[in-house]
T-cell receptor, first 118, second 117 residues
Framework: DAGVIQSPRHEVTEMGQEVTLRCKPISGHDYLFWYRQTMMRGLELLIYFNNNVPIDDSGMPEDRFSAKMPNASFSTLKIQPSEPRDSAVYFC????????????????FGPGTRLTVT | AQSVAQPEDQVNVAEGNPLTVKCTYS??????LFWYVQYPNRGLQFLLKYITGDNLVKGSYGFEAEFNKSQTSFHLKKPSALVSDSALYFC???????????????FGQGTTLQVKP
C-alpha cells in the first residue's frame, strides 16, 4: 500500500494567488482529514469527510479556504486568495472506521505539503 | 469539552535511560487513546492505541503506554531510550459513542523528546 499521497510536497506562491493542495487517501478508508501545522498554533484540524461528505468544517479559518472530496480517492484543499499567514505544513490523513465501529480508528498521515506564501 | 493535555513541551533524557512522556485527557465516557510520533519533515506516524482490555499497551519501536482511568492519563514510556527516538510526540483521544462514530481525533500540543548520547 502506498499510504496517503499528497501533492505537491512543496509550494511557494505569492500573496493573492490561488493554491490547491491534493490528497489521495488509502484505498478503502472512509474518513479523510485535513490538518494544518505551524509552530505557533501546533496541529489544527481544518475539516474532515466521511464517505466523501464534509462532516465538520469548523476548523477552516475563513472563507478563503475550501475543501472538496469528489470521490473516495481524491480530495483538494484550496486557498483563494492566499496570504503569508497561510504559510504552514498541511497534512492529509485517512482512517477506516466503518459503519459499526470496532475498526482501526487510527489515522494514517501523508507526508504533508509545505506551503510558503510570500 | 473533550481535551488532551501534554504538560511538558520538552523532555530530555540520556540514551539508555527510561523515558516517560505524559498525557492526560478529558472526555465523556470511555476514550480511545493514541500516541503518534513525528520525525522532522515527516507526517505523523501511529505508535500505539488503547481501546479496551489490558491497561498496558505495547506499540512500535519498543514503546508502551499505560492507561490509568482514575488519573485520566495515558503516559508513553520506553525502558531504554535511543538517540533515534528524538522526535515530536503527540497524544490523541477519540471519545467512544455507541450511536455514531466520528472518527475525529483530538490531539495534544505535542512534546519534543530529546535523547542525548
Amino acid at each position: 500500500d502506498a499510504g496517503v499521497i499528497q501533492s505537491p510536497r512543496h509550494e511557494v506562491t505569492e500573496m493573492g494567488q490561488e493554491v490547491t493542495l491534493r490528497c489521495k487517501p488509502i484505498s478503502g478508508h472512509d474518513y479523510l482529514f485535513w490538518y494544518r501545522q505551524t509552530m505557533m498554533r501546533g496541529l489544527e484540524l481544518l475539516i474532515y469527510f466521511n464517505n466523501n461528505v464534509p462532516i465538520d468544517d469548523s476548523g477552516m479559518p475563513e472563507d478563503r479556504f475550501s475543501a472538496k472530496m469528489p470521490n473516495a480517492s481524491f480530495s483538494t484543499l484550496k486557498i483563494q486568495p492566499s496570504e503569508p499567514r497561510d504559510s504552514a505544513v498541511y497534512f492529509c490523513a485517512s482512517s477506516l472506521v466503518g459503519l459499526a465501529g470496532g475498526r482501526d480508528y487510527e489515522q494514517y498521515f501523508g507526508p504533508g505539503t509545505r506551503l510558503t506564501v510570500t | 469539552a473533550q481535551s488532551v493535555a501534554q504538560p511538558e513541551d520538552q523532555v530530555n533524557v540520556a540514551e539508555g535511560n527510561p523515558l516517560t512522556v505524559k498525557c492526560t485527557y478529558s472526555v465523556s465516557g470511555n476514550p480511545y487513546l493514541f500516541w503518534y510520533v513525528q520525525y522532522p519533515n515527516r507526517g505523523l506516524q501511529f505508535l500505539l492505541k488503547y481501546i479496551t482490555g489490558d491497561n498496558l499497551v505495547k506499540g512500535s519501536y519498543g514503546f508502551e503506554a499505560e492507561f490509568n482511568k482514575s488519573q485520566t492519563s495515558f503516559h508513553l514510556k520506553k525502558p531504554s531510550a535511543l538517540v533515534s527516538d528524538s522526535a515530536l510526540y503527540f497524544c490523541a483521544v477519540r471519545a467512544r459513542r455507541l450511536a455514531s462514530n466520528t472518527g475525529k481525533l483530538i490531539f495534544g500540543q505535542g512534546t519534543t523528546l530529546q535523547v542525548k548520547p
